[in-house]
């Protein structure tokens, strides 16, 4: 017998959850005084964008590399930021404060993956935003899942 699994996508709450997790997390950027000047001129669709990414991601509706320049879009608006150590990690830590006020799933195996994406996708802008970056531009959209876990949290049956 085979379970069906759910796409991080759906268990998170597709489109909706998304863009709820991030109009909340930029608001917080836009008071945070170490990433505000990062963020201070994004458009208002932004959040939206952001929301499009990580749902293509999870996988979701393929709407940012239809609309908005896919993987290679993403990795383009980092490039000659400088994102430093000290920003990925106040990013990191706004977004899952975020989550957890938005209502996103908190079990361990989703937030396993949600935090393993984050740490993997922030190391990757914080590399590509530096002086010397010659990032791949052919890569696809990444697909993220559910990883060792294999599944969101199942409790335990008391048959």
Do not use: C
Request: hydrophobic share 40%.
């Amino acid at each position: 017998m085979t379970k069906d699994v759910p796409t991080l996508y759906e268990w998170a709450g597709g489109t909706e959850a998304l863009n709820r997790l991030t109009s909340t997390f930029y608001e917080k950027v836009l008071a945070d005084p170490l990433l505000e000047p990062v963020f201070r001129n994004m458009s208002g669709d932004h959040p939206a964008h952001v929301a499009a990414f990580i749902g293509e991601v999870f996988g979701g509706p393929a709407i940012y590399s239809e609309k908005l320049g896919g993987h290679a879009g993403m990795i383009k608006h980092h490039l000659g930021r400088h994102l430093t150590e000290e920003q990925r990690r106040r990013w990191i830590a706004l977004i899952l404060d975020a989550a957890d006020e938005v209502g996103l799933p908190d079990d361990p195996e989703f937030r396993s993956a949600l935090v393993a994406y984050l740490e993997w996708g922030t190391r990757l802008a914080r590399l590509n935003s530096q002086d010397g970056a010659a990032p791949e531009l052919n890569e696809p959209m990444p697909k993220w899942g559910w990883g060792v876990p294999g599944g969101p949290y199942q409790p335990p049956s008391t048959n």
